[in-house]
């Protein structure tokens, strides 16, 4: 799904300037290469009634028109958190933002005034949540939802709105999604509600779509179809997806890039087949390690021992090292840095090359 070119396949609405990845009445413009996303030193800490958590501590990536960054991470590592911090939807208190930049198109989102960051969520950057009945609203049907967009972002009448909310959702493959358009919510699986979710997420056109954890909740079936829709629908409109998960199994086949982490940390970032085929870091080797293999049935799980870090008293040097099979002495005294490993790989860990050249 990486591209070289970033406008000429758009798939945006027509009348969209070639070489563009917003929407064409966007006032941002991508930068070279179709940058969309800058995320620079990004800190995030809550301020509990038991001290200050240290949810986010330095995060630096970034995201191109076209291209699939996956962020993996067990359950507590920061993933929403860096995801909510992008679309500007953390509760501040408690929430703080001591340190960093997260920057659209060349602007920082942090430092915008808030009606014009509000402006920002829907047409320029998107977010599909990993409960789509809760995100949904019971009481209307979804087609009235989805029109709803059109007629409130694209200023159109009722019956245009509607015949653009059926195209969206056969877009998804809802089935016969013209008689379904008064149904509500619950008369729809699972699976057709995250569709649903979908079609919402992508109706002004973003440049940059954030699913977090959009098949967590679903059967490994449905998964697979998902995951198979939101691939084709970024090559289609070459959106940059930023893909949530903690199952390293599901991104395999849909992402460029991956970044993973760990206590609010990125501890490895790397291109996907790189990751997969040789890790860099100790804890992305344990996370690979924890993946169950059809041809190993029966076999028991080399899951990582231990537990995530304490937020609130993050361990010195390393945050891995109590977890981690390569420890020294150094580890826990020096904190890594993230530092290139080799060309276009990033790890922070005191032992990447001996980790990546372990034969
Ligand atoms: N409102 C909040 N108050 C205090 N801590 C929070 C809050 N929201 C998230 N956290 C903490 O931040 C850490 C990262 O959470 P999150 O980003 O949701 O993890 P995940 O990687 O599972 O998505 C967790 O330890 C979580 O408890
Ligand atoms: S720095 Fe040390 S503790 Fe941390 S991941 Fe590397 S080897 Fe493990
Ligand atoms: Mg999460």
């Not at 005034?113 to 809760?134: H, V």
Request: glycine content about 8%; proline content about 7%; charged content about 25%.
């Amino acid at each position: 799904m990486s591209t070289t070119t970033t406008g000429s396949t758009s798939g945006k609405t027509p009348g969209a300037a070639p070489g563009t990845a917003t929407h064409p009445e966007s006032e941002y413009k991508p930068g070279p290469d179709g940058l969309l996303l800058e995320v620079e030193d990004l800190h995030v800490e809550f301020h509990t009634d038991d001290g200050v958590a240290r949810a986010i501590n330095g995060v630096n990536f970034d995201l191109r028109a076209g291209e699939t960054l996956a962020i993996l991470g067990e359950s507590g590592s920061g993933k929403s958190v860096t995801a909510q911090a992008i679309m500007g939807i953390l509760d501040m208190p408690p929430a703080k933002i001591p340190q960093g930049s997260i920057r659209y198109c060349g602007q920082d989102l942090l430092t915008m005034p808030e009606d014009k960051r509000r402006r920002t969520r829907g047409p320029e950057i998107s977010m599909i949540f990993q409960d789509a009945l809760s995100s949904l609203n019971p009481v209307f049907p979804v087609g009235w939802q989805i029109a709803e967009m059109f007629r409130k972002h694209r200023g159109m009448n009722k019956s245009d709105a509607q015949e653009n909310a059926i195209r969206l959702m056969e877009r998804v493959q809802i089935p016969a999604a013209r008689q379904r358009v008064k149904a509500f919510p619950h008369q729809f699986s699972g699976g057709m509600r995250q569709r649903i979710m979908i079609a919402m997420s992508i109706a002004l056109d973003p440049a940059v779509l954030i699913a977090d954890e959009p098949t967590t909740a679903l059967d490994v079936t449905v998964q697979a179809q998902i995951m198979n829709l939101l691939a084709e629908l970024q090559e289609e409109r070459q959106m940059g997806l930023i893909l949530i998960t903690h199952d390293l199994g599901v991104v395999a086949d849909v992402a460029d890039r991956i970044a993973v982490m760990y206590s609010g940390r990125i501890m490895e970032r790397a291109d996907v087949h790189d990751v997969y085929s040789n890790p860099a870091h100790p804890y992305t080797l344990g996370l690979l390690e924890s993946i169950p293999r059809l041809d190993q049935k029966g076999q028991e799980l080399a899951a990582i021992g231990g537990l995530p870090p304490n937020l609130l008293r993050l361990p010195s040097g390393c945050e891995f090292h109590p977890r981690c099979r390569f420890a020294q002495d150094i580890c826990r005294r020096d904190r890594p840095e993230l530092a290139e490993v080799a060309p276009g790989r990033l790890s922070a860990c005191h032992f990447s090359k001996e980790v990546l050249h372990r034969g």
